[in-house]
């Protein structure tokens, strides 16, 4: 897991309640049990805590942790 | 000499007797009490029966509201609601002559869900020009009769119901003082949330439009972001207009949308959600009625007390938002009748409802 890859899984942890050992690259959001409401709460977090806005559909259920991580690479963040 | 304000004197709020619970939409619709409390945080709501209109739920709302205040008598009746009596007139005249207020100045505000903020600012905007001294402010919706009988996640989300206050001229210094405000809009953004056919651009076409588009219609996910980022930029500017830090507000009493929206609103000002007053899980998303009948809880429950930094915030259709912050004052508020006061901790904290589900 990169740098960003396990920032973002951090947040997942702290913040929307995904157990820890569940988190690769890898897994996907409906893996991870979030619903479509927590893929917003999940852009919500990024943006506040990351500093990036992603488009409102940019994660799916399947989306992995690892895209996500280059969505949010490819909209600047330094992380 | 001190600035004219508008104080906060009275509140009250009313919700009709027909209980739905989460099963009993269940037994109706593709969906389960489970997906429901999970994805909201509700659990029932209320609801009018045949007959039952708006102005009968502002005039009870109103009625109990000028009891809490003392008064019978105020100069201003504003009632906000997007589910008026009829499309035409204004349904607040017929509510202000109904609580025998007279040929007073009533006009109705349409701003969806932040409808009662907007109501607030113009009647308080009134009271501090001196064009009036007292005034009644409802929010009051029957949203229940513009639902897509067929669309299990709206009829889950809203509940009917009504909340008031009343206002008077002040000082700026005095508990209940109203001390800064922000509205905005974007209509660019007008389609999230919408009733599409039954207004004159429809009509105008003189064609009938298919049956769902005559029904309100909402797109969740970005009506989701909006209304978290909205809210909270909006009490911010607030906050720093009155001049207290984020961390000096010590209740938030945001629109009842969904649990998961007011928690990623504490989540986004840095505030504890202990800190949010939450009623949703007992009357749903009640449209203009949400902030008053939170205030209400807030005041019955104790979980709102006088010298509290109160901040209220809203966002709705249009889109609209906006946020008022007052000191809390004392206030003598009934309860809702048939309503339970809330659990303690009103729901489980720290974690969105998904995760403590599991």
């Known amino acids: 897991m990169n740098t960003l890859e396990g920032t973002l899984a951090d947040l997942l942890v702290s913040r929307l309640g995904v157990v820890a050992e569940d988190v690769t690259p890898d897994s996907t959001y409906e893996q991870l049990m979030l619903d479509s409401l927590g893929l917003i709460e999940f852009l919500l977090i990024i943006r506040k805590e990351i500093g990036v806005s992603l488009d409102d559909d940019a994660l799916q259920i399947r989306t992995t942790l690892a895209e996500t991580a280059r969505l949010v690479e490819a909209k600047g963040s330094r992380v | 000499m001190t600035a004219r304000a508008a104080v906060l004197s009275g509140l009250g709020g009313w919700v009709p007797p027909r209980l739905v619970t989460n099963d009993q939409l269940a037994e109706k619709l593709d969906t389960t009490d489970e997906w429901i409390r999970v994805r909201t945080g509700i659990r029932q709501r209320f609801v009018v029966d045949a007959g039952m209109a708006t102005s009968d739920m502002a005039v009870e709302a109103g009625r109990r509201a000028l009891r809490s205040a003392g008064e019978s008598r105020v100069d201003l009746v504003v009632l906000a609601t997007s589910t008026p009596d009829h499309p035409c007139p204004a349904t607040a005249p017929e509510v202000a002559s109904r609580l025998g207020l007279g040929e007073v100045p009533a006009f109705d505000i349409a701003a969806v869900c932040s409808g009662f903020v907007y109501a607030l600012a113009i009647s308080v905007a009134m009271i501090e020009c001196g064009s009036a001294d007292t005034a009644l402010v409802i929010g009051a919706d029957s949203f229940s009769t513009i639902l897509n009988p067929r669309d299990r996640t709206t009829r889950a989300i809203f509940g009917d119901g009504a909340g008031a206050v009343v206002l008077r001229a002040g000082e700026a210094e005095e508990r209940g003082a109203f001390l800064g405000f922000d509205l905005g809009s974007d209509g660019s953004q007008a389609d999230l949330i919408t009733v599409p056919a039954g207004g004159s651009e429809q009509r105008s076409m003189g064609l009938v439009a298919p049956e769902d588009d005559y029904y309100f219609a909402m797109q969740g996910r970005p ?6 980022v909205r809210m909270s930029e909006s009490a911010r500017k607030v906050a720093e207009r009155v001049g207290w830090s984020v961390g000096e507000i010590d209740r938030v009493i945001a629109h009842q949308a969904n649990v998961r929206i007011l ?15 939450v009623n949703l899980d007992r009357v749903a998303n009640t449209v203009a009625a949400s902030i008053p009948l939170a205030l209400v809880d807030g005041v019955v429950s104790g979980h709102l007390q006088p ?4 901040m209220l915030c809203g966002f709705g259709g249009g889109l609209t938002w906006g946020a008022a912050g007052l000191t809390f004052p004392s206030l003598s508020v009934e309860p809702l009748p048939g309503l339970p006061l809330p659990t303690r901790p009103p729901l489980p904290a720290a974690l969105p409802v998904h995760a403590a589900a599991r």
């Open chain 2, 223 to 228: 009506v989701f972001r909006n209304a978290v």
């Open chain 2, 263 to 277: 928690h990623a609103v504490a989540l986004e000002l840095g505030i504890p959600v202990e800190r949010l007053v």
């Open chain 2, 307 to 310: 010298d509290d930094h109160v």
